[in-house]
C-alpha cells in the first residue's frame, strides 16, 4: 500500500517563507511526474507545480518566480519552497506523486 505523507505547513506572515515536503512509501513501478496543488475554502483545487521525468517543471502563473519546486522521482520525494507569501496563498496544498496523492497540509498566511 502506498502512502503519501506532506510537512511543512504552518503560519507565516506576509513576505516569509515556507518549505514544504512530501515522501512516498510503499511500491510504485514507475513515477512520471509529481506535482503540489492546493485548495482554498470556497475554491476548486487547483495545480501549483509539476514536475516531469527528464526535469521539466511548471508552474502556475501567480506563483512563478516566488516558488521552486523540486526533488527527485526515483528516491519519491518532492518539495515546494515557496518565498515572499501573500496572504492569498492560503489553502490547504496536497502532494501528488504519480497517482497517490497526500493528506494536505495548511498553509495561512497572515500578519
Known amino acids: 500500500q502506498v502512502q503519501v505523507v506532506e510537512s511543512g505547513g504552518g503560519l507565516v506572515q506576509p513576505g516569509g517563507s515556507l518549505r514544504l515536503s512530501c515522501a512516498a512509501s510503499g511500491s510504485i513501478f514507475r513515477i512520471d511526474n509529481m506535482g503540489w496543488y492546493r485548495q482554498a475554502p470556497g475554491r476548486q483545487r487547483e495545480l501549483v507545480a509539476s514536475m516531469y521525468s527528464g526535469g521539466t517543471t511548471t508552474y502556475v502563473d501567480s506563483v512563478k518566480g516566488r516558488f521552486t519546486i523540486s526533488g527527485d522521482l526515483v528516491k519519491r520525494t518532492v518539495y515546494l519552497q515557496m518565498n515572499s507569501l501573500k496572504p492569498e496563498d492560503t489553502a490547504v496544498y496536497y502532494c501528488?506523486?504519480?497517482?497517490?496523492w497526500g493528506q494536505g497540509t495548511q498553509v495561512t498566511v497572515s500578519s
Open positions: 501528488r506523486i504519480h497517482v497517490f
